[in-house]
């Protein structure tokens, strides 16, 4: 099955600055990439996604690359702010990407 | 936007008891519910997966007749933990999918603790 492996497993930035996210994943079918914000406690929220025909996609201030030949993505969070701090999951799916193999989680922390 | 409910949010029990947990979806027709324990600190890990009117898809080393899941209708999915050990104890997510929903959203979780 897929393994999904995420690093770091901690982040701490200043506010303002970049936080970048690495995963890398071992099924090669595997073609939806789905990133997920976490609070403690709470659901885990989709931020962004992304699908294999796409090398890279942005929505304001987060944005994912996706390099199939390496089987790795990233998540780049610009311009972080206080609230952006929380656990960042990483996943990813076959086919209609529903059932989501996930990585094992970034602690991000934005410090003022 | 879709809007998946679970409940309950907390529970407490006694050991060797069981607990129910339901995940509705509430304005969409979820063929598809997902299952997800996750530990303190640690990551969603799939339990199962159940498609309405069928039995469940477990997931390898999850036990399926101490974690019973149920799917009666394109609305609800239940999860009875089955003689509850404190080991049980964690927070349980549920996942839907289908027409009207078109990526997976996600209940807000149910803390189990099995005193």
């Known amino acids: 099955g897929e393994n999904v492996e995420q690093h770091p497993s901690t982040l701490s930035v200043q506010e303002g600055d970049s936080a970048v996210i690495k995963c890398t994943y071992s099924?090669?079918?595997?073609?939806?990439f789905p990133w997920y914000k976490q609070e403690l406690g709470k659901r885990p929220q989709l931020i962004i996604d992304i699908r294999s025909n796409v090398g890279e996609k942005k929505d304001q201030r987060i944005a994912v690359t996706l390099n199939k030949t390496a089987k790795h993505f990233s998540l780049h969070i610009t311009e972080t702010q206080p609230e952006d701090s929380a656990v960042y999951f990483c996943a990813g799916a076959r086919g209609g990407g529903n059932k989501l193999t996930f990585g094992t989680g970034t602690q991000l922390k934005v410090e003022l | 936007g879709a809007v998946v409910s679970q409940h309950p949010s907390r529970v407490i029990c006694k050991s060797g008891t069981s607990v129910k947990i339901e995940c509705r979806s509430l304005?969409?027709?979820?063929?598809?519910m997902f299952w997800y324990r996750q530990f303190p600190k640690q990551s969603l890990m799939l339990m199962a997966t159940s498609n309405e009117g069928s039995k469940a898809t477990y997931e390898q080393g999850v036990e399926k007749d101490k974690f019973l899941i149920n799917h009666a209708s394109l609305t609800l999915s239940t999860l009875t933990v089955t003689s509850a050990h404190p080991e049980d104890s964690s927070f349980y997510i549920c996942?839907?999918?289908?027409?009207?929903?078109?990526?997976?959203?996600f209940g807000a979780g149910s803390r189990l603790t099995v005193l």
């Open positions: 099924d090669s079918a595997s073609n939806y």
């Open positions: 996942s839907a999918i289908g027409a009207g929903a078109n990526v997976l959203t």
């Open positions: 304005d969409f027709q979820a063929t598809t």
